[in-house]
């Protein structure tokens, strides 16, 4: 089939191949998104298809993403495909959540269950063997965590050499480890990620080196599986709202692509709305939803947030973000470091575990309920990010009352679970117990 790359620029629109090697429109430099002209899609028998593989032993049935490749067909062919098994994450329900959120009942998207514990796979297997069909030898990323622990497996795993680029002294050991393990070449930049993506961008395109931050459009293609395959869980019945972290804001892109596909196809009834939320100390995409004329987002200079993942004052999605928000009649809310380590807590409670970034998701529903903007018998889906092993520091800090903000104000432990030393004595222990 003909598939394209095209502006997102309405007073744009030019269309360039999908095998050339870029991220901006040449022409006026907006962002770009694959395009499938002509490509249409008949709803039952795909879901069908797509139930079907669920129970298949081939290896692209088995990924969580390539087995809804009906919904993503940039590639010619899947030769180029490496695949961990990524995707396959489990939709959790969470009474106690619901409650704390103000809700009667609410469902985790978990994409912590990934394989290198991120949502950041499902974009990265797309966005590698975008890779492999161009002939690149070296992919590169900027990342404050999982990114680089997502691109440094798929492109190790597909013989690719991997060269990550992080802010120094910015990143959870947690989420390092991993770049460490999977062989990447690791850099550690005295900036922030906004000055180091584009000191990187610069390089990519001098030495031949080919991008995969979220900029890169067959990431965004990945990522869309991540609502179809909730879809799919929930027999077509979509939500009411569906709450997501704000950092690059290359997930509220491809969530709202995926909607608008599937809206348009039949494969759903109505349009979710989406609730964005972010960190204060990182919240450009807020105050320019939150502005009288949604002309620019400003950048915020020195982000400053623990939840690394969406530490993100320059987010380069925020076009195709802004847009999808607005097209859902969604909203955007940010959320304080206390309310933020307070839900994660509190999802905690509830045996599911995630990274700091992930929890703004039931800190902003609790902010959104209580100012009545999401009613407490909607229908809620909020995904979880990351797994709770990318940040295991800041869990045991929060739990012991050493947990300082950025700007060192020390973190109330609400819900703190503080262990507790024993003595080798028997009756003693008993008498705590």
């Known amino acids: ?16 191949a999908v095998t050339e090697v870029l991220y901006n429109c040449p022409k006026c430099g907006g962002l770009l998104e694959a395009h499938y002209p002509g490509w249409n899609l008949d709803p039952e028998p795909v879901k069908s298809v797509w139930r079907a593989r669920r129970i298949s032993n081939a290896p692209l ?48 998207k978990h994409q912590g269950f990934n394989p290198t514990g991120s949502f950041k796979d499902n974009g990265m ?33 597909a013989g690719i050499e991997p060269l990550i680029f992080i802010p120094h002294g910015n990143i959870s050991y947690g989420k390092l480890a991993q770049a460490l393990e999977y062989g990447a070449r690791t850099f550690q930049v005295e900036a922030n990620f906004d000055q180091i993506l584009a ?21 965004i293609e990945g990522q869309k599986t991540i609502i179809v395959e909730m879809l799919d869980q929930r027999d077509w019945n979509a939500p009411d709202w569906i709450v997501l972290p704000g950092g690059n804001l290359g997930n509220t892109s491809a969530f709202g692509k995926a909607l608008r596909e599937l809206k348009h196809w039949g494969f759903i009834q109505k349009m979710p709305r989406l609730a964005v939320i972010q960190a204060e100390g990182a919240a450009p995409f807020y105050e320019l939803f939150r502005a009288s004329e949604r002309r620019r987002l400003e950048p915020v200079g ?16 925020w076009p195709k973000a802004l847009r999808e928000v607005e097209e859902s009649n969604g909203v955007v809310e940010k959320v304080s470091e206390q309310e933020i380590a307070d839900a994660k807590a509190v999802i905690g409670k509830c045996g599911i575990g995630c990274e700091p970034a992930s929890a703004a998701t039931l800190a902003g529903m609790r902010k959104l309920t209580a100012e009545g903007v999401i009613e407490r018998d909607a229908d809620v889906v909020a995904v979880l990010t990351g797994n709770l092993l990318k940040d295991p520091d800041y869990i045991y800090r929060y739990h012991t009352g050493q947990l300082d903000a950025p700007d060192g104000t020390r973190i109330r432990s609400t819900f703190a679970n503080q262990p507790i030393v024993v003595p080798n004595d028997p009756e003693r222990i008993a008498s705590l117990l």
């Open 125 to 157: 297997t797309c966005g590698v063997a975008q890779a492999l069909r161009l002939g690149m030898k070296r992919v590169a990323c900027v990342s404050t965590g999982n990114t680089s622990a997502s691109m440094a497996a798929y492109a190790s795993a």
């Open 61 to 108: 049935d088995q990924s969580g993403v390539w087995r809804y490749r009906e919904i993503i067909p940039f590639l010619e062919n899947f030769d180029h495909v490496v695949s961990l098994r990524e995707g396959n994450t489990p939709q959790l329900a969470a009474p106690a959540a619901a409650q704390y959120g103000g809700l009667h009942r609410l469902t985790f």
């Open 199 to 219: 000191l990187v961008r610069g390089l990519a395109e001098g030495l031949g080196i080919y991008l995969l931050n979220s900029i890169n459009p067959f990431r």
């Open 1 to 16: 089939m003909s598939s394209k790359l095209i502006c997102f620029e309405p007073t744009c629109r030019a269309q360039f």
């Open 302 to 317: 020195h982000p400053e947030t623990l939840a690394t993942a969406i530490k993100i004052g320059d987010p380069v999605s």
